[in-house]
């Protein structure tokens, strides 16, 4: 149950999670209750999965935020714009949800897995609605599966690797991403018996509206929980690093070292060690096109 908000009780304060960001406040899991603090400051960005400290300040009617404990990591997209957008914080784990309907953009899932590489987090592929069949996916699949990328193939509705699912999210925090449509708030509600429930109580804010294109953290267990991130049409991880798009695709990456010059683009370059494997079908083609289109990004980008 969300907490009720008492009258100002100054010196009365603690630390919790962030459930979920709606603008000008947060939803706060501390000591077992949720609550609505506000934020005390315009430059304050605090996302799902913070950790963060609240209390009642003198001059408030409510719990406020007061600061930011310091971040393991912050997942975050680049806007219509170029400029980095926060998602989540202090994740573990990112997977990826497709399934037969709607079609999958296996380009969109590409990103999403560079994304987790650059962060340096465990990457997961769940092929939701497997009973609308899987044939069609299988090649994709089997691609993603030679690069070690873990796989399971799902269908919330009648259970089918549901236990399967439940024991790889075991430990840490999963932040769930993919398309709209692809069934991820069917695996959370499937994952989480009461999460249609806390959905309905956790999204609506002080003013009573819903809030549908937000971060919702929900808890597995007393060391595990998932995030599930709004449904998107395209993602495109910032560009911390240098060669970000090579370090995201491991393959790429692996094979970089073989090529004839050290700042080899693996675009048009001679004596591409990368190019020679996609001709040799030791790169998927359809990979390096990826590659090759999330490149293209970083440098418009960086014009």
């Keep these: ?82 400029r980095a957008e926060p998602v989540a914080a202090n994740i573990d784990r990112l997977a990826v949800v497709v399934a037969a309907e709607p079609a999958p953009d296996w380009f969109l899932v590409d990103r999403y897995w560079a994304g987790a590489v650059l962060k340096d987090l465990d990457g997961l592929l769940i092929i939701n609605k497997r009973d609308l069949g899987t044939d069609a996916m299988q090649p994709q699949i089997d691609t993603y599966r030679g690069l070690n990328l873990p ?30 449509g692809v069934g991820k708030s069917s695996l959370v509600n499937a994952l989480v018996p009461d999460a249609a ?14 809030t549908t294109t937000t971060a919702r953290w929900y808890q597995l267990g007393a060391h595990c929980a998932i995030v599930d991130a709004p449904g998107v049409r395209d993602f495109a991880p910032p560009a911390h ?11 790429i990456h692996r094979l970089s070292v073989n090529c004839r010059f050290k700042d080899c683009r693996h675009m048009e370059e001679p004596g591409c060690a990368v190019r020679s494997a996609v001709a040799a079908q030791l790169i998927a ?17 960086a014009s």
């Design 1 to 82: 149950m969300v907490a009720e908000q008492r009258d100002t009780q100054s010196g009365i304060g603690g630390t919790g999670t962030v459930l979920a960001s709606y603008g000008r406040g947060v939803l706060v899991q501390a000591n077992g209750a949720t609550l609505r603090c506000a934020l005390t400051g315009r430059k304050q960005r605090i996302v799902c999965g913070d950790r963060v400290t609240w209390s009642y300040p003198p001059s408030a009617d409510g719990p406020a935020i007061q600061s930011i404990e310091p971040r393991r990591n912050l997942i975050e997209r680049i806007d219509a714009r170029g």
């Design 197 to 210: 429930a806390q959905t309905d109580e956790l999204t609506r804010d002080v003013e009573g509206r819903h």
């Design 285 to 301: 083609p359809r990979r390096y096109e990826s590659y090759r289109r999330l490149f293209r990004l970083y440098e418009k980008l």
């Design 241 to 251: 690093l240098v060669r970000a798009a090579e370090r995201g695709f491991v393959e």
């Design 151 to 180: 796989c399971v193939e799902t269908a919330s509705h009648s259970g089918v690797g549901m236990p399967e699912l439940a024991r790889i999210l075991e430990g840490g925090v999963t932040l769930l991403v993919g398309q709209s």
